[in-house]
């Protein structure tokens, strides 16, 4: 996740628009279950319809925090950025839709259960990346945890995110490899370390190519 323009870094923006997540592991699975229960409730064969990825639901982002485009006409989708949230998924989508934040991804994923939201349009420019060249050529999908807390990278969110980029790669032509799906941290200028190092991403890429 990444402000758009010079605003505070990622961590300070996450904490000034939601409260600081202190609960345990058991409670933020409890939040991520009712949330996914709450969105598959009345109206989710709307969304679904209105996702780009099927598995998904549709959550907008505030209009402000992405900008409208028409891609891959108007710029080649060439990357996928991987992120982890540093928030609960609760936390993190009220910042998503918080006009005032200037941050988006196209998609998160839950960690309790893999559940999906899509919060941008694949086709728009999200604003997670730090990076003007990157943001325009890439899809970002965060994941619900905290670097250092390894517990929060469950097989359901390894799974459901892998299948995701698999897709997306197949949608836009996308190599399946560590060249193309890269780290937040790896994108120029960033001064963020996620997914960090406990992050597996021999499993991960192993997941998106089937093998």
Same mark, same amino acid.
């Given at each position: 996740?990444? %402000?758009?323009?010079? /605003?505070?870094?990622? @961590?300070?923006?996450?904490? +000034?628009?939601?409260?600081?997540? /202190? %609960?345990?592991?058991?409670? %933020?699975?409890?939040?991520?279950?009712?949330?996914?229960?709450?969105?598959? +409730?009345?109206?989710?064969?709307?969304?679904?319809?209105?996702? $780009?990825?099927?598995?998904?639901?549709?959550?907008?982002?505030? +209009?402000?925090?992405? @900008?409208?485009?028409?891609?891959?006409? +108007?710029?080649?989708? #060439?990357?996928?950025?991987?992120?982890?949230?540093?928030?609960?998924?609760? $936390?993190?989508?009220?910042?998503?839709?918080?006009?005032?934040?200037?941050?988006?991804?196209?998609?998160?994923?839950?960690?309790? $259960?893999? !559940?999906?939201?899509?919060?941008?349009?694949?086709?728009?420019?999200?604003?997670?990346?730090?990076? /003007?060249? !990157?943001?325009?050529? *890439?899809?970002?999908?965060?994941? #619900?945890?905290?670097?250092?807390?390894?517990?929060?990278?469950?097989?359901?969110?390894? #799974?459901? *995110?892998?299948?995701?980029?698999?897709?997306?790669?197949?949608?836009?032509?996308?190599?399946?490899?560590?060249?193309?799906?890269? %780290?937040? *941290? #790896?994108?120029?200028?960033?001064?963020? /370390?996620?997914?960090?190092?406990?992050?597996?991403? $021999?499993?991960?890429?192993?997941?998106?190519?089937?093998?």
């Amino acid at each position: 996740m990444e %402000a758009h323009g010079r /605003t505070p870094n990622r @961590r300070t923006l996450l904490r +000034s628009g939601a409260l600081i997540a /202190t %609960a345990s592991l058991g409670a %933020a699975v409890t939040t991520a279950g009712a949330h996914a229960a709450d969105a598959t +409730s009345t109206g989710t064969r709307g969304r679904r319809a209105a996702a $780009d990825y099927p598995p998904t639901h549709w959550i907008p982002a505030s +209009s402000s925090n992405y @900008r409208v485009s028409d891609r891959p006409t +108007s710029y080649p989708i #060439e990357l996928v950025v991987i992120h982890v949230t540093q928030e609960t998924f609760q $936390d993190a989508m009220k910042i998503f839709q918080d006009p005032a934040k200037q941050v988006s991804a196209h998609y998160m994923v839950a960690s309790a $259960d893999g !559940y999906i939201g899509q919060f941008v349009r694949e086709k728009d420019v999200a604003w997670h990346a730090g990076n /003007t060249d !990157y943001n325009n050529r *890439s899809i970002g999908i965060e994941h #619900e945890g905290w670097v250092d807390q390894p517990e929060w990278f469950t097989d359901a969110l390894y #799974e459901s *995110s892998a299948a995701l980029t698999a897709a997306v790669c197949d949608r836009f032509a996308i190599p399946k490899d560590r060249a193309h799906i890269i %780290a937040h *941290s #790896e994108v120029p200028g960033s001064d963020h /370390t996620d997914p960090g190092p406990l992050w597996d991403w $021999d499993r991960y890429i192993d997941l998106v190519n089937g093998v």
